[in-house]
């Protein structure tokens, strides 16, 4: 349920009992400024965000090739002859 903040401030105990169900969202001039969540859904939110701010791209790329390892699956581009080169293109002219 939308809330404007001065009713989330006056029923405050009400916006908490029914973040338990559903997110509820605080706007402040029809702009969306807060949301109260369960506290589960936070810890989730939590630890999915430490999970993925601990992957680098390096990290995200070895996991692909051992996927791709595991599969035994070999990733073929194609030649560079058969794609148009912008940079090539745009020098010529």
Known sequence: MP???????????EVVKQAVAEPQL??????LVAA???ADDYEAFKAWSEQRSA???AD?????????????Y?????PRTTRP????AA???
């Open 3 to 13: 809330w404007n903040i001065a009713d989330a401030k006056q029923r405050f105990s």
């Open 26 to 31: 605080i706007y402040n001039r029809k702009r």
């Open 36 to 38: 109260v969540i369960d």
């Open 55 to 57: 992957q680098s791209l």
């Open 60 to 72: 995200e790329m070895a996991e692909l090739r051992q996927l791709m390892a595991e599969e035994d």
């Open 74 to 78: 070999a990733l073929t581009p194609p």
């Open 85 to 88: 080169n912008a940079f090539a």
């Open 91 to 93: 020098r010529d002219d």
